[in-house]
Each structure stands twice: as C-alpha cells, then as structure tokens.
C-alpha cells in the first residue's frame, strides 16, 4: 500500500493524504474546524470548494465538508442546562475551532480530534473530545465518530456532517432513495420529496428520514454519490445554493432544534462516549 500524509502550502495551508493504490485523496485543514477540503478519486475533484470564499477569514466556509456539533441547524431561543439559558450559533462551534490531525496507526486514514475550550464552555458547558477517523477506501470515505463525556453530568448533543457536492449541473442530476414526505426547512412544513427535487435549480433545504442510503446521479458527470446511513445519523438535509453547481448531502442525527424540542437528541452519560458512522461513496457510469 503506498499511503502519504504531507503538510503542503499550496493553493492552500493543508495536509494531504493519498492512497497511489486507489488513485484517491483527501485534503484537510485543521485549523479551520477540521474541514475537508477536497476529496479526488480517479482524477475526479468530487467536492465543491469555494477558494476565494475560503481565502477570506471573515466569510463562513461555502465548500468541503464541514462538522456540525453541538448541534445542527439553528437555535435561536437558546437552551437551558439546569436553570442556566446557553446560546449557540447556527451549527455549533466545532466548525470554526482548530482541530489536532494525525495519521492513523494502521495508515488506513487520519484521525481529527477536538477538545473543549474555555470558549466552547461558554456556550456548551461540558468537557468533551470529539475523535473523527476518516478511511479512505478505494471508492468511498468511511467516517467513524467517537464523543466523549469528560463531565460529571449528562451532555446532550447533536452531531452532523454538512459536505458539498460538486455537480455539472443542477437540473441534470437525479436523487433517489428519498421517502416521500419531508419538511422543508424554510417554513417547517411537511411536504412531497419530489416537488422539492424538481426545484432544485432554485434553492431547497429540506430534511428527509430515508430508509438506508440516498444516491446523486450526475447525468453530465457520469457520476454516482451515495451517502449511506447508520442509525442514529440517519437523518438527511439537501440544500442548493444557486447559482452555486453542488449540492449538499447531509447526514445528521437529529433535526434543528432538538435540544429544545427533544426530537432525537442524544445523551452521553458521563465518563462515556457514543460511536457514530458514516459513509460516502463514489462510482462513474
């Protein structure tokens, strides 16, 4: 197996790993909240990435795949712990945090971790460590989280992935493996999966609980993306953003709003640690 794992400074401060035996890599910047920035595979960049935006310290981050914890989407009346209000920005913080990065030990991949700080605290009260392993397989990225309860009570949470997808062209592609209803989350109502495909060229941000896995056909491309679920991040938002040419994927485990509302939020008791995975996965046809 001939695996690299280098620290390189162009276009862009970042390590890379490669694999020369799938003819893959991964570019990661972790000083930027862990982000991915870029995953090729057969000469093909599979990612949206906006450098410019990137470039810019000021702007959020339009591309890669971001990490969404403590919570995903927003919660703008805040949350209480015990008697005590908390208020957190849309996604959480881990996003915008510098993360440590390593090889693996078996060199089947990189290992991120975060710890809490005395700004996480602020918000989120509770010490914690969140490992992310990523293997790059010869067609898929394979995401293993472990989070960590260091605290002496119970941490609720939620955890998601909030990757961008490149595409050719947004009314060329095909989404299957929806189920039929989903919310859309510009006005929290319930409505048809495939009326918000149909209007993906003008914008969508829906949340959908599929059955298994969802699959991106690209019919100018010629390529196929599969996100492949594993209870609990078994729930999935799609959002465009024209005139942008990607589409997001996004697994997460729990809707917006869930530390309020208690819809699917998870626990970690303390001094323990919950595993969470996911998968994408990448063909040509």
């Keep these: 197996m001939k695996v690299s794992f280098k620290q390189k400074t162009s276009p862009y401060q970042h390590w890379e790993y490669s694999n020369s035996e799938f003819n893959s890599l991964i570019r990661i910047v972790p000083e930027r909240g862990g982000l991915i920035t870029e995953w090729r595979r057969e000469g093909r960049e599979l990612l949206y990435f906006d450098l410019e935006r990137f470039m810019d310290n000021n702007k959020s981050v339009r591309g890669g795949i971001p990490i969404l914890f403590p919570i995903c989407g927003d919660l703008s009346e805040g949350y209480l712990i015990g008697d005590k209000k908390y208020f957190l920005k849309q996604h959480g913080f881990a996003r915008d945090l510098p993360w440590s990065i390593g090889l693996l030990e078996d060199n089947l991949g990189i290992r991120l971790k975060l710890n809490d700080t005395d700004e996480s605290r602020s918000s989120f009260p509770f010490a914690f460590t969140l490992q992310m392993d990523v293997y ?87 390529n196929i993306i599969e996100l492949i679920h594993q209870e609990p991040m078994n729930t999935t938002v799609i959002w465009t953003d024209p005139p942008r040419k990607m589409v997001c994927l996004e697994p997460w485990t729990s809707p917006r709003n869930s530390l309020v509302t208690g819809d699917r939020k998870l626990k970690v008791e303390p001094q323990e640690y919950i595993e969470l995975f996911t998968t994408f996965k990448h063909n040509s046809f």
Excluded: W
């Excluded at 909030?162 to 493996?177: A, R």
């Excluded at 999966?193 to 010629?222: C, E, H, T």
């Design 136 to 222: 790059l397989k010869e067609d898929s990225l394979q995401i293993s989280v472990k989070i960590y309860n260091h605290s002496q009570d119970t941490m609720p949470f939620s955890f998601g992935l909030h990757p961008y997808f490149k595409v050719s062209n947004l009314q060329k592609i095909k989404i299957d493996g929806l189920p039929g209803k989903c919310i859309d989350q510009t006005n929290m109502k319930v409505t048809n999966a495939s009326d918000q495909i149909r209007i993906l060229d003008k914008g969508v941000d829906f949340l959908s609980y599929p059955s298994y896995s969802i699959k991106i056909f690209d019919f100018l491309y010629r």
